[in-house]
Structure formats: structure tokens, C-alpha cells
């Protein structure tokens, strides 16, 4: 078929679908009626394919007369519509049969901001640590959640170094010589990790009060711990 059928045929099925969408009728009697219009049979199934998975297509259309495509993607009528994202809107119209390829509310458990969402208030809800089975994790796109990410990167810094120098100058392999300490660097890793523990004390014993007496920790101590 030539670009100028198709384009044709597609205002066709645009103005049919409108026109049904003005009737104070079902989607089910809609179908029904998108069906005689375009002179298919009313037990005829329609699917619609808005993703790179062509092999659904194929899998449908060698199931014989049953299936036939709507290649109209804004349209509601289908019996099963497989795409690569979804919106809310797309549930407002499901009919009890109806085949999707989603599920509403997927992306709390889907996609890794929503399912941290939901560790984070599964931890206030039912006093869980999701901590003990999943790993930290923050969304960047909030900036108290950036500022605890940089904080916690830091610290694993700094605990890191620590654990590194322990083990260099106790290696029977390590060159005593060829090891130098800079002595205001790890001094720097231990006030971190000093006050990171009295915070986590804190917590613990739900004290409200989480200063620390020590000198803050500059931009420029950070920047040795990460470049040391």
C-alpha cells in the first residue's frame, strides 16, 4: 500500500474513533461497533504494538484471522496492547479481558528511585532495615538525598583508606620503605570515622544530639581523603 492509503486510512480510523468517543457508550459497545465499521467480525481481536518487539507482531498474525493490528497508538480500542512505557491514563479504560503488557503503580518495584521509595517506607512502616538485604542507594534528584550521598561516599573513603594502610603496614610483602603516610590524611579518616560511630550511637540510643565537639571537616580534608 502506498504512504497516501495508509495516511488516509488513518483519518479514517481517527475520525471513527472520535465520532465513538462522543457516545455515552462503553468502550466494550464502541469496540463492538469499531469492529462492523470497518467490516470485521465480532469476535475478532485487535492488538496494538507500540515497541521495537516485532516479534509479538509476528506471533499474533500467524495465529490466524483472529488477530488483526490497530496501528492507530493514541487509540483505546484494543484487546491487547503491548508497549514499552505506560501512563496512567492507560488504565482508566481496561475492560476485564483486556491484555497489557503492564501493571499500574510497576514502577515502585520497576525502576530503581521507586523501589527505594518503597524500601524507604517499608523501613517507617514496619520498622524494617532494608539495609541488611539491599544495598544503600539514594535519589540523585532530591538534594538532601545528593548531600547524603556525597556524606556517604566520604565515609566509605576514609574507612577504606583506613582498612588500606592497616593492611600495607602489616603485609610481610610490604616495603616499609616504600610506604609513606601522610600523617594529617589519616588523622583526617579517623575524625571521620570517630564521628560517624558517635552518630550512629546516637541513633541507636535515640539521642537527639548529633554534634561533634572536633573541628569540622573542610572541602579541602575531603579532597586529600579521595585523592590520597
Known amino acids: 500500500r502506498s504512504s497516501k492509503d495508509n495516511s488516509k486510512d488513518r483519518t479514517r480510523l481517527e475520525n471513527l474513533e472520535n465520532s465513538l468517543r462522543m457516545m455515552a457508550i462503553s468502550k466494550e459497545n464502541s469496540l463492538g461497533i469499531f469492529l462492523q465499521r470497518n467490516g470485521l467480525a465480532a469476535h475478532t481481536k485487535i492488538f496494538l504494538l507500540d515497541s521495537p518487539d516485532d516479534h509479538i507482531r509476528k506471533a499474533l498474525l500467524t495465529r490466524g484471522p483472529g488477530w488483526i493490528e490497530n496501528r492507530l497508538l493514541s487509540s483505546r480500542f484494543w484487546n491487547l496492547k503491548w508497549c514499552t512505557t505506560d501512563c496512567e491514563g492507560d488504565y482508566s479504560h481496561l475492560l476485564e479481558n483486556d491484555l497489557y503488557n503492564h501493571f499500574q503503580g510497576n514502577r ?6 521507586g523501589l527505594s521509595r518503597s524500601l524507604q517506607q517499608l523501613d517507617s512502616d514496619e520498622q524494617v532495615d532494608s539495609q541488611r538485604f539491599f544495598p544503600r542507594c539514594y535519589d540523585m534528584s532530591l538534594p538532601s538525598e545528593r548531600e547524603d550521598f556525597v556524606l556517604d561516599f566520604r565515609r566509605c573513603t576514609a574507612m577504606k583508606l583506613l582498612q588500606y594502610t592497616c593492611l600495607r603496614k602489616n603485609s610481610v610483602f610490604s616495603d616499609a620503605a616504600g610506604c609513606h603516610l601522610n600523617i594529617c590524611v589519616l588523622r583526617t579518616a579517623a575524625q571521620v570515622l570517630q564521628e560517624w560511630l558517635q552518630e550512629l550511637e546516637s541513633v541507636l540510643l535515640e539521642e537527639v544530639d548529633l554534634s561533634h565537639s572536633g573541628k ?7 579532597d586529600g581523603l579521595a585523592l590520597y
Open 108 to 113: 515502585e518495584l520497576t525502576t530503581k528511585v
Open 216 to 222: 569540622a571537616i573542610g572541602t579541602k580534608e575531603w
